[in-house]
C-alpha cells in the first residue's frame, strides 16, 4: 500500500534562511506523482509544486524546489529565503500514474509538518 | 479565474440534524473530489467523481453520509443524521483528467463543521 511520511511535526527557521521539509515515501507503482501543499492558518490547502516519478529534473517554482530522490524515495520540499508568511502546515502528497485506472486519481497525505518563521 | 467554491464556510448544528455542503468545482475540471480532515485522522479521501460519476466511494464513513453531483458545476454532501464525530473540516478538491491520468487536484477553502 502506498504511504506517505513526514517525521517533523515542527520546524523553525528565521526568516531569509532555506529550509528544508522532509517527505519519504512508499509504493511498488514505477509511475506517480508527488505533490506538496501549503495550509496557512486561515485553512485552505494551496497547491505547491509537482515532481513526477519519470521527471529527470527536481521541479522548481519560484522560491520551492522539489529534492526529488528516487532511490530514497525522498521528495523533500526546500523553501529559499523564507519569509513570515510560509508560516503554515506543509503537506506531502502522492498518487499513481496509471492512464486506464481511475484509482489512480486518489491522494494519499502525509500528517504534515508545521513550519514556524520567526524574524 | 475562480476557484473551487463551497458553501457554507461555516456551519455549527445539532447532532441529529442533516447537513448539506455544496461544492462549485473550477470550470473545466472533470473530476471533483471530497475530503475531511481531523486531527486524528488528517486529511481522508470520502469520494471522488469523475464526469459527475462516482468512481470511488470506499472512503465514506458511513451510511449517513451522501454525496451527488448532479451536473458538472455542482456537488453535494450530506450527512443525515449527524453526530458529533463527524465535526472537521470538509475540503472540495477539482482536477482535469486527461488521457494520461489525472492532473492536480486544487482545493476549495473548506467547510468547517460543528456537530454540537
Known amino acids: 500500500a502506498q504511504k506517505i511520511t513526514q517525521t517533523q511535526p515542527g520546524m523553525f527557521v528565521q526568516e531569509k534562511e532555506a529550509v528544508t521539509l522532509d517527505c519519504t515515501y512508499d509504493?511498488?507503482?514505477?509511475?506517480?506523482?508527488l505533490f506538496w501543499y501549503k495550509q496557512p492558518s486561515s485553512g485552505e490547502m494551496i497547491f505547491l509544486i509537482y515532481?513526477?516519478?519519470?521527471?529527470?529534473q527536481n521541479a522548481t517554482e519560484g522560491r520551492y524546489s522539489l529534492n526529488f530522490q528516487k532511490a530514497r524515495k525522498s521528495a523533500n520540499l526546500v523553501i529559499s529565503a523564507s519569509q513570515l508568511g510560509d508560516s503554515a502546515m506543509y503537506f506531502c502528497?502522492?498518487?499513481?500514474?496509471?492512464?486506464?485506472?481511475?484509482?489512480?486519481?486518489?491522494?494519499?497525505f502525509g500528517t504534515g509538518t508545521r513550519l514556524q518563521v520567526f524574524p | 479565474d475562480a476557484g473551487v467554491i463551497q458553501s457554507p464556510r461555516h456551519e455549527v448544528t445539532e447532532m441529529g440534524q442533516e447537513v448539506t455542503l455544496r461544492c462549485k468545482p473550477i470550470?473545466?475540471?472533470?473530476?471533483l473530489f471530497w475530503y475531511r480532515q481531523t486531527m486524528m485522522r488528517g486529511l481522508e479521501l470520502l469520494i471522488y467523481?469523475?464526469?459527475?460519476?462516482?468512481?470511488?466511494d470506499s472512503g465514506m464513513p458511513e451510511d449517513r453520509f451522501s454525496a451527488k453531483m448532479p451536473n458538472a458545476s455542482f456537488s453535494t454532501l450530506k450527512i443525515q443524521p449527524s453526530e458529533p464525530r463527524d465535526s472537521a473540516v470538509y475540503f472540495c478538491?477539482?482536477?482535469?483528467?486527461?488521457?494520461?491520468?489525472?492532473?492536480?487536484?486544487?482545493f476549495g477553502p473548506g467547510t468547517r463543521l460543528t456537530v454540537l
Open positions: 478538491a477539482s482536477s482535469l483528467r486527461l488521457a494520461g491520468g489525472g492532473d492536480t487536484q486544487y
Open positions: 509504493t511498488s507503482d514505477q509511475s506517480y506523482g
Open positions: 515532481q513526477g516519478s519519470y521527471d529527470e
Open positions: 502528497a502522492m498518487r499513481e500514474i496509471a492512464v486506464r485506472s481511475y484509482n489512480t486519481d486518489k491522494l494519499i
Open positions: 470550470s473545466g475540471h472533470n473530476s
Open positions: 467523481f469523475n464526469n459527475n460519476v462516482p468512481i470511488d
